[in-house]
């Protein structure tokens, strides 16, 4: 079974400070990565996702995240976030092959940016 | 049109009524999703049609009947609800019918409510 592990559950940062959330997973075999947003009082949104070819991916909002498959890893990082990102971020696995369509979310992390 | 709908936005019910959920996308996405989102926590898989055949069922408890009319629409049937079974219920679609692989747009849900 695959499982997703978000490092941190709440993080504060201020405004203009770097933001990187951790994402580990787990799964014996091929895996599709994302990362969704939910804004308050709005529904879930793709921020940005990895199948193949680059491991460094870049998403909307000047979010990017870098999968590194030896760590089983996916973390999301911005160099400088803006109180608009304020918001909850969950870390998804989509398994490949028999296990297609068993989306697997990590149980979220909080972020709030100071103005 | 790139939205996913879902009706009621909210229910209450008792646990001898029988009440749907629908959900509706006009993407011609060929799969189709159904999760629960309890507070502070991620949404759970429950079920997976692709092609209007149910291919995923997560060892979810009878009282909750999915159903897949057409391509566009999928309907959540509820009977004999506990309360514990209150939360939001997210639907989602993705493009392919090899669900899970690609990415997957959300509906805001309906937060429902068993008394």
């Known amino acids: 079974a695959q499982s997703v592990s978000q490092h941190n559950h709440h993080v504060i940062l201020s405004e203009a400070a770097s933001l990187e959330l951790g994402c580990n997973y787990s799964y014996g075999g091929t895996v599709n990565l994302f990362w969704y947003v939910q804004y308050p009082g709005q529904h879930l949104q793709l921020l940005l996702k990895?199948?193949?070819?680059?491991?460094l991916v870049k998403g909307i909002k000047g979010f990017e995240a870098e999968f590194i498959k030896s760590k089983f890893s996916f973390n999301l990082r911005k160099p400088s976030v803006q109180w608009s990102d304020t918001a909850e971020y969950f870390c998804?696995?989509?398994?490949?092959?028999?296990?297609?369509?068993?989306?697997?979310f990590g149980d979220g992390t909080t972020l709030t940016v100071k103005p | 049109d790139t939205e996913v709908t879902q009706t009621p936005k909210h229910l209450v019910m008792g646990m001898t009524n029988k009440k749907s959920l629908k959900c509706e996308q006009h993407m011609g996405h060929r799969a189709m999703y159904w999760y629960k989102q309890k507070a502070k926590k991620p949404p759970e898989l429950m079920f997976v049609y692709s092609y209007e055949k149910l291919s995923i069922n997560e060892s979810v408890p009878s009282r909750f009947s999915p159903e897949c009319p057409n391509s566009s629409l999928l309907n959540l049937h509820l009977h004999a609800l506990q309360p514990e079974d209150s939360a939001l219920y997210l639907c989602a679609s993705s493009q392919g019918g090899l669900a899970g692989v690609e990415t997957q747009y959300f509906g805001p849900g309906t937060r429902l409510l068993v008394l």
């Open positions: 998804a696995v989509n398994a490949r092959g028999t296990n297609a369509g068993k989306s697997t």
């Open positions: 990895y199948f193949s070819g680059d491991p």
